[in-house]
């Protein structure tokens, strides 16, 4: 089907168990992230005003608080669109089943295709490789469960199946699953440990960057860090985030007044050149869909994050 063709509306069945959640969660939030950026807002907002969603057996409202072991149910609309070729793009995959590979996005790649990045992107590196990837992503997003930022290195999850994205996106949206950031900052953090708590929200002037927003329009977000290492001029962290937000990390450091390093976006220019974002996923821990057992995957820095925080020590000496 061409990019300019009619895309044919079909509806998709879907049916969750709540697992044990770490805070209430709302059905429409629920929904909204189970199903990872497929579906909008108001697409999921008009399915419970439709009464096309079931909670227990009954009719749910978006507003209904879910606890676990409900079961939740119903249909969403899928759109077919066009496919993507795969490309020959060499990938690190750290470990690969019958249900998901985990692979360690090389910085500078983006993880699918959208406006301004059509080639190049993990998507069409995965379906060059050949072998099944889910499709309850869409057919633009085989595979992927979630996203990272182009300019961020580290571990992301890919789904073989449906039952297995399902399970996997699950786990986002209960905020069951553990991703582990470590993150070169500007400037020496005050504190050993603590949290960050502010709303986020797509920035009111720059449509293209996020902001803390404390109106109805800002988000959740929650991010934990601990100090690894300080430095002069900068610190060495290691995050942990609870929610999910776009650009989280880069827009709760910068309102902290410690932006990460070679952020242009959020940050500031640099006593020493930065050649990369300070920014790697380095751990992730899940409920493997299969087994059902705790699994979790490292992945140590790359050589350009260890060169950036070398950079940073001898700046430090140099001062």
């Given at each position: 089907m061409g990019p300019f063709e009619k895309r044919k509306q079909t509806m998709e069945k879907f049916e969750f168990v709540i697992p044990v959640l770490m805070t209430p969660v709302r059905a429409d939030a629920f929904l909204a992230g189970a199903f990872g950026r497929r579906f909008s807002r108001s697409q999921v907002k008009a399915v419970f005003e439709k009464g096309a969603v079931r909670l227990n057996g009954k009719p749910c409202k978006s507003g209904d608080r879910l606890?676990?072991?409900?079961?939740?149910?119903?249909?969403?609309?899928?759109?077919?669109?066009?496919?993507?070729?795969?490309?020959?793009?060499?990938?690190?995959?750290?470990?690969?089943?019958?249900?998901?590979?985990?692979?360690d996005?090389?910085?500078?790649?983006?993880?699918?295709?959208?406006?301004g990045n059509k080639k190049g992107t993990l998507v069409q590196a995965l379906l060059g490789r050949g072998g099944k990837l889910s499709t309850s992503g869409g057919p633009l997003r085989p595979g992927i469960v979630h996203r990272l930022d182009k300019d961020t290195s580290g571990l992301i999850l890919v789904?073989?199946?449906?039952?297995?994205h399902r399970a996997l996106q699950m786990q986002f949206s209960t905020r069951s699953l553990s991703k582990t950031y470590t993150a070169l900052v500007l400037g020496r953090v005050e504190f050993e440990e603590g949290h960050i708590g502010l709303p986020i929200g797509r920035d009111p002037r720059q449509r293209k960057k996020m902001a803390i927003r404390a109106d109805e329009l800002g988000k959740e977000a929650l991010t934990y860090y601990k100090v690894l290492r300080?430095?002069?001029?900068?610190?060495?962290?290691?995050?942990?985030?609870?929610?999910?937000?776009?650009?989280?990390?880069?827009?709760?450091?910068?309102?902290?007044?410690?932006?990460?390093?070679?952020d242009a976006v959020y940050g500031r220019p640099l006593a020493f050149?930065?050649?990369?974002?300070?920014?790697?996923?380095?751990?992730?821990?899940?409920?493997?869909?299969?087994?059902?057992?705790?699994?979790?995957?490292?992945?140590?820095?790359?050589?350009?994050?260890?060169?950036?925080?070398?950079?940073?020590?001898?700046?430090?000496?140099?001062?």
């Open positions: 606890k676990e072991g409900d079961r939740i149910a119903g249909d969403l609309p899928a759109l077919r669109e066009e496919t993507l070729a795969g490309e020959d793009i060499p990938l690190r995959v750290v470990y690969e089943d019958e249900s998901l590979l985990v692979v996005k090389a910085a500078g790649m983006v993880v699918h295709p959208g406006a789904a073989k199946n449906n039952p297995s300080r430095f002069p001029a900068a610190t060495l962290l290691q995050l942990k985030i609870v929610t999910g937000r776009t650009h989280q990390i880069r827009v709760h450091l910068a309102h902290l007044g410690h932006p990460v390093v070679g050149p930065a050649s990369r974002l300070g920014l790697h996923a380095s751990k992730i821990e899940f409920l493997h869909p299969q087994s059902g057992k705790m699994t979790a995957f490292e992945s140590p820095l790359p050589p350009e994050m260890k060169d950036l925080i070398q950079r940073a020590a001898l700046e430090g000496k140099k001062a």
